[in-house]
């Protein structure tokens, strides 16, 4: 079997953190491992499969001899590198938004459109976090009856803002606790105890880059160009387990056991739905995992075509690490890497 | 000026604490209050406008010579005084749900339907938190294009399950931070770090009592018989400010900004909508205070008909206590007290 030389550029972020612990966990097939992030980690040890592994600051020719490289930087690094990347004949699979709406760019979700790496030119774009979750969870009833259009409310994790999200938030909890005054740094209002409206900026609609999200890729991982998507994106004071209340408007009427069967076998789904055993998605019991969870499946009361229901998944695994892993290992299964 | 004999059936609990505070705050014409709790509360006393009130055992003639019995006991408590409080013929707002959709009793929230009181056979429901805090973000635009279905997801604060809730949160603010496990009692998992997708209890259609009662009390409220409403319960680490995510699907199309002119004179709401500054409702921001706070007004992508806003509110304040005392005053200025 061909082993790979791999990269992680931002490998010492929450993303490159998880990227790191799913290729050992999945025992990607491994030449060499390169760790690179800005001047501030280098030097820095990782632990992979028993060995330290130094940080790397990321330059120019940290590239050369690479096959593949996973993305976990933001924006503006993921665009320096990538012509690097390209120039060292390196796969760039990336989680920044840098080149997901890139017509030459496939955006990829292996479970829904894994065959799309196949029209890659260099680069994969691994999908908004939120926008993986709420994709996966609706997938498999999109294949029997369209949808046409989705309402969806999300409850982000702190995770979303990266490992300084995460420390604040701990940090929060304890100075809450004691009646401290907390100063957020991480996000712009205090998020322990309290709900923010806002992730990303404001566009002229009225929406946020974030919401916009779930529109612009959600088209494009479905393949469904006329998705309409209205979403409100709200920050909570959860770890690192994304949640999502959705409502879909779908093609045709349809039978509630008929989608609960189709969510039943719906791969990377799993469907937690027992009301009356009060068993139904919750971050606590999603977090660190790699499937999203479905529940609350409803008839919605205002229209025959619509149905309601609530997920949940790992922001930092599936929303992140663990889905750029699984295309890489698409890539593999389909020659192109 | 006339002044009544008020009792607080409750008064030990968060909501009876807050009606005790309004009632000071307001300056409500009293004469005589009386404390009113179960066995466990009886004898602890509650400071009201500089004396100590004893908390007084509820029973069957406890009512007595009252005027006024604001109830903010649970529906079993009510169920079982109601009797007696019309008994002695003083006027019952009840903030349990035990007959809001009573078709005797007026559901009332002041500033939309205050002049239902005047319908009132010694009974006045104070209607669900969320629904207050829904509705009267809502009405203003009811009032010019109306409203014909609402798809609503919660993000409910602990203080809607009362001081225990609170309580509870509050430790559990501690055990997470010291990474000590959590044994919930008030709620049926932990909260704090987490979201529970259940208030309530579960019915056959796959929505709980809780999510109901936006469409049947919001119906009974606006007077709008046929308004459907799709809502979404999810209780969250929050200590006491309520949020809902509302799409409303409206008769008419309609103009952004006059919709926000409306709602800028509208009464008991604010108007936060400035988000290039990022000024938006927040939790933290609208606790301990009576209006509605609206903003992220923005028109619906995916129909020229709907429009998605977001809005927070106080649960113990608006949400419950306040409303009562409000529907007591309206009762007074109309004569029916």
């Known amino acids: 079997m061909k082993k790979y030389t791999v990269a992680i550029l931002g490998a010492s972020g929450a993303v490159g953190n998880a990227m790191l612990s799913a290729l050992e966990e999945r025992n990607f097939p491994i030449k060499e491992l390169r760790l690179l992030a800005s001047e501030r980690s280098a030097g820095k040890k990782m632990m992979f499969c028993g060995n330290e592994i ?42 920044s938004s840098a080149f997901r709406l890139d017509d030459h760019v496939p955006l990829v979700v292996p479970e829904i459109n894994g065959e799309d790496v196949l029209n890659h030119h260099g680069i994969i774009a691994n999908p908004n976090c939120s926008t993986i979750i709420g994709c ?30 995460m420390e604040e938030y701990q940090n929060q909890l304890k100075d809450v606790y ?21 992730i990303g900026s404001f566009l002229d609609n009225g929406f946020t880059s974030e919401e916009m999200k779930m529109q612009n890729e959600g088209r494009k991982i479905l393949h469904n160009p006329h998705l309409f998507v209205n979403c409100t994106c709200v920050r909570v004071p959860v770890l690192r387990s994304h949640s999502l209340s959705m409502t879909l408007h779908l093609k045709n009427t349809y039978d509630l056991d008929e989608i609960k069967k189709a969510l039943s076998h719906a791969k990377g789904c799993q469907l937690v739905d027992d009301p009356q055993n009060k068993l139904y998605p919750m971050p606590l019991d999603t977090s660190n995992q790699d499937n999203v969870y479905v ?20 922001q930092i695994r599936k929303g992140a690490a663990v889905n750029a892993i699984q295309i890489a290992e698409k890539c593999i299964e389909l020659q192109c890497l």
């Not at 330059?59 to 976990?72: H, K, M, T, W, Y």
């Not at 100063?183 to 712009?188: I, R, V």
Request: glycine letters at 8%.
């Open 136 to 165: 996966i969870a609706v997938y498999a009833i999109h294949k029997i009856n369209p949808i046409q259009s989705m309402i969806v409310s999300t409850y982000q994790a702190v995770s979303g803002a990266g490992i300084k999200g």
């Open 295 to 314: 529940g609350r499946l409803r008839k919605d009361l205002c229209n025959d075509h619509s149905l309601t229901l609530w997920c949940c998944g790992d």
């Open 54 to 95: 130094e940080i790397q600051k990321a330059e120019s020719n940290s590239f050369i001899g690479c096959d593949l490289v996973l993305g976990a930087a933001d924006n503006s690094i993921s665009k320096q590198f990538a012509h690097d990347i390209q120039k060292a004949n390196a796969l760039y699979i990336d989680n």
């Open 178 to 198: 004691e009646g401290h005054p907390s100063s957020p740094k991480a996000f712009d209002y205090q998020i322990v105890g309290n709900l923010i409206p806002q």
